[in-house]
């Protein structure tokens, strides 16, 4: 991702998302910019949290092809899924093993834009929380 950046637009912003991912075949031959993702996914770093959640947020929301904007925090696991609806409209809903516990005792993280699912302890594998120190 280091070498490729998003774009709202031709005239930006841009960014650098940790993941995005595009199906769409205007950026088949994109080698710096990407402008049609359909999945972006940002790791949250203590100190921009705040900007990812907001202003970045805000910007993505202007490209009409995505349709899930994740956050993943650091600090504790839990992952913010914002997927754009029927109506038009951002819908969160939130993996965290603080809220939802399965039978299983872990919970399936379900990107439908790319139909991927993964057990959300796999997202955090190798993971120490700060607490854990």
């Known amino acids: 991702m280091a070498d490729a950046k998003l774009g709202v637009s031709p005239n930006g912003p841009f960014h650098y998302p940790d993941v995005m991912v595009t199906c769409d075949s205007r950026d088949q031959t994109a080698h710096q910019v990407v402008y049609h993702p359909c999945l972006i996914v940002e790791v949250l770093s203590p100190g921009i949290q705040e900007i990812d959640q907001g202003k970045k947020f805000r910007n993505y929301r202007r490209i009409d092809t995505l349709k899930e904007y994740v956050l993943i925090e650091t600090e504790t696991m839990n992952v913010d899924c914002y997927r754009l609806n029927e109506n038009n409209k951002w819908e969160l809903t939130v993996y965290s093993l603080e809220e939802t516990v399965t039978d299983e005792g872990d919970i399936e993280v379900y990107l439908s ?13 190798d993971v120490v929380f700060p607490d854990m120190i």
Not at 113 to 125: K, N, Q, T
């Open 113 to 125: 834009s790319v139909d991927f699912s993964s057990p959300i302890s796999r997202l955090y594998e």
